[in-house]
């Protein structure tokens, strides 16, 4: 598997759509598999306008500026994260985009775009909860950023022991999402 | 990848945490306030378990006043806070400074003036570097950019404040303290042990006569000093301090030696920074970078060694406020010394997320004399 | 006999067929004070001295000194001290004796430093039962700086900055300190006692005994409010100063202890 070397990812949703978890989950992940990492959640006055975002940086030096202006990719699990976000992704850069919350006539079609039906596959797997993962699966599998399987096994450092049984669930989302795209 | 062993992901505040605790720390008083609430959070759950205390005060007069005392007894002892925090300790600081103790403070500085907002912001930088209190005192300031540097200068922090019964501040930002990133959790070379700070506060500490022996005289700690020159004797003393102090001034460098062009910066700014000038080593252009880590002893000498190095390089200082640090470049480069280096500023608001794309532009305009301010 | 730095002078140590009937006690400094003639921080230094003494004590006491007349007291104590910022007394204790859990603190403030500008320290620390005593020295007035209203000055009490006696909408009532402390579930002793007579001093002195050994066995925070005369401020003799405690102070001030676990 090969997987390059400097990966950045803005991470967008409404609160509770687990858009924390899934950048916790892949920095975990990343510096697992060796890489240097930064997580940086955005709180303050854009946490209240309903939607929460993070940075995630994966690099093999160390991270630099862990915010990025054009990200090289994102992952948007509803309407108002792409109208933000859309137009600040690089030339080049891919888009992963919650086709159960978003009008496919929002989506930019010069954008290289996954249009993935994040909350129905997550639905079909268990629970809508999931659809963060499914999302994470299908941006691991366009960015070819880490490995799918390192990912999965991060989910056990990530989610807490309370929720553990889950976490095969989860492990399928991300592999359900990683098959779609 | 052999060195994933040892690695957690943990925020900047939680590295704060950890690696107080790790370094001595035994006593931690504080007052929530975003964005360092995780210094507290963690705090609250690691000092009981190794015998300390943890207290949430009334305010932070109240924490600043209880570090006071539990560094007038010699234990390693700290507060954190942001914004108006800080400014509610600055009596508490003014009086540790009169009274030589050994307090750590870590300040997650957030946008003002007054409320201001949450985000990140470099505008304490005057606060914390020339003193911040009432009366003529300096505070060693420690600016950390990563969340393992947040780990490791607890322990720098903690030895130099006990080598020179001196208060030091940990100054970082909202990124800074909010970022999670891979730690470490191993004490750094140059840390001192628990027991090599109890030994230097052992000639001054309060701590009840009789643990001195019978017939031990009292002990005092105090600020105040009232016989006709007095308060200048101890003045000196605190300006000879102060002088001894510029040997621990540190600072960073990256790839400065062809560089037409240095900019200055520090803390999370200077990680933007050095993300922007990776994009533009990759377009050929030669700029380099020059990081304060303390910023207060001020790194001066390494300014103008970089001055000195390459005759008609220019600086130019980005900071996140409307120009602070860059007075301290200008004084470092000042004159002969400074080789007439033109010093150019770029400045950034606070509250902003700075990022690498957006400095792209000041940093190639710098290259051309130009200086855009903000 | 006298442990401080100077020594008794051979003149008067007693001879063989003399008996010591009256000495300082160790933990007090055997040195002037600077205070006024008249005023009660001599008394009230003298008690908590001898309360350390016959507490054996002494020798692991921290004195945390206050801002206003009494910020010179650590001269007058044989006990390690350290200085607290205006107010801040009761926090700067708290760190002492986090830090230092073997030790007996104490803090020695007058109405300004524990009433006014210390209100939220004190009543903080109170609240949390912080291990430590307080000392509360009420004059109802500014001492150091000229004589100024303080939180407890009385209604109609004219002071410098209120020539026109204090008003109570406006000015305030004077805060009743005791009250307040002993409403608090931190509180183990609560107690005020006046310095203006023989009866008092010694009731006083059991007073600051029992709000030390609430503190020595681990009940919470010891307070002892001692109502004090400011002959100087007050613009009075040392005996008129009395008669204004007994006669002015203490009606609006209640004796006794209001609050004690020691029996519990």
């Known amino acids: 598997m090969t997987t390059s070397a400097y990966q950045d990812v803005i991470i967008a949703g409404f609160g509770g759509q687990g858009v924390m978890l899934i950048g916790n989950l892949l920095a975990q992940a990343g510096m697992e598999y060796g890489r240097e990492v930064s997580f940086l959640p955005v709180y303050g006055a854009e946490m209240r306008g309903g939607t929460a975002n993070c940075t995630v940086v994966i690099d093999v030096e160390s991270v630099g500026s862990p915010l990025v202006q054009t990200p090289l990719s994102t992952i948007v699990l509803n309407e108002p994260s792409l109208a933000k976000f859309q137009p600040r992704l690089a030339d080049g850069g891919v888009q992963i985009v919650n086709a159960s919350l978003i009008d496919k006539a929002l989506v930019d079609s010069k954008r290289r775009t996954v249009y993935i039906p994040a909350n129905d596959m997550a639905l079909e797997i268990g629970s809508v909860k999931m659809a963060n993962m499914v999302a994470l699966g299908a941006w691991l599998k366009a960015t070819d950023a880490l490995p799918l399987a390192c990912v999965q096994d991060a989910l056990n450092r990530v989610v807490g022991s309370h929720y553990a049984k889950l976490i095969p669930a989860n492990a399928k989302a991300l592999a359900a999402g990683y098959n779609f795209a | ?374 | 006999m006298n442990s401080s730095s100077m020594p008794t002078p051979d003149a008067l140590r007693p001879r063989d067929d003399e008996r010591l009937v009256f000495d300082a006690p160790a933990s007090q400094a055997d040195r002037p004070t600077h205070y006024c003639p008249g005023c009660h921080h001599g008394i009230a230094h003298r008690l908590v001295a001898e309360v350390l003494d016959e507490l054996n004590v002494a020798d692991r006491t921290i004195l945390v000194a206050s801002v206003g007349c009494s910020a010179f007291s650590y001269d007058y104590f044989t006990v390690d001290a350290l200085e607290a910022q205006h107010g801040r007394a009761c926090a700067v204790a708290t760190g002492v004796r986090r830090a230092n859990p073997g030790s007996v603190v104490f803090t020695y403030q007058g109405d300004g430093d524990m009433a006014a500008i210390g209100l939220a320290e004190s009543v903080h620390a109170a609240n949390r039962g912080e291990l430590i005593t307080a000392i509360f020295i009420n004059n109802t007035v500014y001492g150091m700086t000229g004589g100024q209203m303080a939180p407890t000055t009385l209604i109609g009490q004219k002071t410098t900055t209120t020539p026109e006696g204090r008003h109570l909408l406006g000015e305030g009532g004077p805060l009743r300190m005791t009250e307040l402390m002993a409403g608090l579930d931190g509180v183990a002793y609560a107690e005020r006692c006046a310095l203006d007579s023989v009866k008092h001093v010694r009731a006083a002195k059991k007073a600051l005994r029992n709000a030390f050994e609430v503190q020595l066995r681990g009940l919470g925070f010891g307070f002892v409010e001692l109502l004090s005369g400011c002959p100087t401020n007050w613009h009075m003799t040392p005996q008129a100063a009395n008669r204004r405690i007994s006669e002015e102070m203490i009606p609006v001030f209640p004796l006794g202890v209001t609050k004690n676990l020691l029996d519990k």
């Open chain 2, 1 to 374: 990848m052999s060195d994933t062993v040892a690695r957690t992901l943990i925020k900047g505040n939680e590295a704060v945490a950890f690696g107080a605790v790790d370094a001595g720390c035994r006593c931690y008083f504080g007052y929530p306030i975003t964005p360092q609430n995780e210094i507290p959070e963690t705090m609250s759950r690691l000092l009981p378990a190794v015998s300390g205390h943890y207290v949430q005060a009334e305010s932070e007069v109240a924490a600043a006043s209880m570090l006071l005392g539990a560094c007038a007894a010699g234990v390693p002892s700290m507060t954190s806070s942001s914004g108006c925090g800080i400014s509610l300790m600055q009596e508490a600081l003014s009086y540790m400074n009169g009274s030589m103790l050994p307090a750590v403070l870590v300040n997650m500085a957030r946008g003002g003036p007054g409320l201001g907002d949450i985000g990140p912001s470099q505008g304490d930088y005057f606060q914390a570097v020339k003193g911040g209190g009432h009366g003529d005192h300096r505070n060693i300031v420690l600016a950390p950019a990563t969340a393992q540097e947040c780990y490791d200068f607890m322990f720098r922090a903690f030895a130099l404040a006990f080598t020179y019964a001196n208060p030091v501040m940990v100054l970082g930002d909202a990124i800074v303290g909010q970022i999670k990133e891979p730690v470490r959790r191993t004490p750094p070379a140059d840390a001192l042990s628990p027991a090599q700070l109890e030994a230097l506060a052992a000639p001054w500490r309060v701590e009840g006569r009789g643990k001195r022996g019978p017939g031990a005289a009292p002990r005092l700690i105090k600020s105040v000093y009232l016989a006709e020159g007095a308060l200048a004797a101890r003045n000196r003393l605190l300006q000879d301090k102060y002088e001894a102090m510029r040997a621990e001034a540190r600072s960073l460098s990256y790839n400065v030696d062809d560089a037409d062009l240095v900019v200055v910066a520090y803390g999370s700014i200077a990680r933007a920074v050095r993300s922007t000038l990776r994009a533009l080593r990759e377009q050929g252009v030669a700029v380099g970078l020059f990081r304060p880590v303390t910023l207060y002893p001020f790194p001066d000498e390494a300014l103008r060694a970089l001055a000195a190095a390459r005759p008609g390089r220019r600086f130019l200082v980005i900071e996140q406020n409307l120009g602070q640090m860059v007075e301290d470049v200008r004084l470092a480069l000042f004159g002969a010394a400074g080789c007439g280096a033109e010093v150019l500023w770029h400045g950034l608001m606070p509250g902003l997320l700075a990022n690498a794309q957006m400095l792209e532009e000041p940093v190639r305009m710098a290259l051309a004399g130009k200086e855009i301010r903000s």
